[in-house]
């Protein structure tokens, strides 16, 4: 008899969805030890989030998360806030003995997300930050070949996320939908929205990052803010490109943009080892390419291997080999690995610690932009 997990909710935007529907589905897909129950969503509109609660089937509303932090029947707090709520809300359901599990990045900055650390450790709560990339059936199978050697020494690791929204100078920052663009609620433009996720991925798949050089922009240097009515000065950056390179000697490019006419969401990542290659994109998720010069030579080629068949990673949970899921069911095998951790007692990654060492990361890449110089990794 697997056990009732009751998840808190707070905010219902476009993660709050994704989040719901991985909840809802997962535990007819996965057989696990434990079952989310939509216990309550919170939202500060009380009608919006009565009529979300409706559509997705939570059980109650709430409409300040401190009371949803107060309920008993509340295991498990889910933050899908921007990011300048993580922090406050993350230490304070710890506090509460919840669970936590939060949206990436973890924090606006290292120096937040450490305390954030602090506050799950002491308090012994799980916890976990939702870089679902890593559950892309194709990206954990890459982990895996890399993990068992299968390109021997990696040379390179080459990951880009680019996007092409920003683009018009009249978008006003700030407020619902374009908190991203105001740096009081995002902490950063592209680095810490976009590049997070490829350096989680690239920390996960490579190891540490010891130093770094980076360049960021700033195209459009003032926008109208919502909040205020007035022409502000952006402090995000639009664009950020990095050179790093890995405690084991790799050397790295990373790049991210939201000026990039014709992408919408191209987060690309390539690997060169010292016997094969591999390169994926989320354009075409379910494929992973693959070059062996092990290869017969004649046969030799880049392979285009579709990740769908049973002995896939995550597929075996799914439909019948060569059918093909998507972008959400990332969120679904999270939910898996969170639940199937708890029953385990041996909690999923990433972590608060985890997501943390992406910060610091973050951090350098901004030094580094400021100061034009070299900047090593911190902590
Ligand atoms: N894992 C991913 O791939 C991924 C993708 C998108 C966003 N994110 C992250 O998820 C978080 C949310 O992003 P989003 O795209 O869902 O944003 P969104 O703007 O769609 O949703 C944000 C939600 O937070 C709510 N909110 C704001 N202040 C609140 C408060 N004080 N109390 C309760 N609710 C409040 C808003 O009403 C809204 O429902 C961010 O940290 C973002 O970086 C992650």
């Known amino acids: 008899m697997s056990k009732p997990l009751n998840i808190g909710m707070i905010g219902y935007g476009f993660m709050g969805r994704a989040h719901s529907n991985a909840y809802a589905k997962v535990s007819h897909f996965f057989d696990l030890k434990y079952h989310p129950v939509l216990k309550a969503v919170c939202a500060r509109d009380a009608e919006k989030a009565k009529a979300f609660a409706a559509q997705w089937g939570y059980e109650s509303v709430e409409t300040d998360w401190k009371n949803l932090l107060k309920r008993d ?24 003995g919840k669970m936590v599990l939060c949206e990436k990045p973890l924090s606006m900055d290292a120096k937040e997300g450490e305390k954030m650390v602090d506050a799950v450790e002491k308090a012994g709560v799980p916890n976990m930050v939702w870089y679902n990339y890593r559950r892309v059936p194709a990206v954990m199978f890459a982990k895996n070949l890399v993990a068992a050697g299968k390109l021997g020494r990696i040379f390179h690791y080459r990951a880009k996320f680019l996007q092409d929204w920003t683009i018009s100078a009249d978008l006003p920052q700030g407020g619902q939908g374009l908190w991203r663009l105001d740096a009081a609620a995002a902490g950063s433009g592209v680095t810490g929205d976009l590049l997070a996720h490829c350096i989680d991925t690239a920390l996960w798949i490579n190891g540490s990052i010891k130093d770094v050089s980076a360049m960021t922009e700033t195209f459009v240097k003032e926008r109208k803010h919502n909040l205020t009515g007035k022409m502000e000065k952006v ?23 939201r000026y990039a006419r014709g992408h919408k969401a191209l987060y690309t990542l390539e690997i060169n080892g010292e016997h094969a290659s591999i390169a994926w994109d989320l354009h075409d998720l379910h494929r992973l390419q693959w070059f062996d010069h092990r290869d017969e030579g004649p046969l030799r080629g880049w392979r285009s291997i579709h990740v769908t068949d049973g002995d896939h990673p995550y597929m075996g949970h799914w439909w019948v080999p060569g059918l093909a ?55």
């Open 73 to 96: 029947d509340i295991d498990a707090v889910d933050i899908c806030t921007p990011n300048n709520l993580h922090r406050e809300i993350a230490i304070a359901a710890a506090k509460a």
């Open 235 to 257: 402090g995000i950056d639009d664009a950020c490109a990095f050179l790093a390179r890995f405690k084991n000697g790799s050397l790295a490019t990373f790049e991210s943009t």
């Open 325 to 379: 899921i998507g972008y959400e069911h990332s969120f679904v095998h999270q939910v898996a690995d969170f639940l199937e951790g708890l029953a385990k007692k041996k909690p999923a990654g990433p972590t608060f610690r985890d997501a943390l060492e992406t910060q610091y990361v973050c951090d350098a890449v901004l030094k580094s932009a400021k100061t034009g110089k070299w900047t090593a990794v911190g902590k």
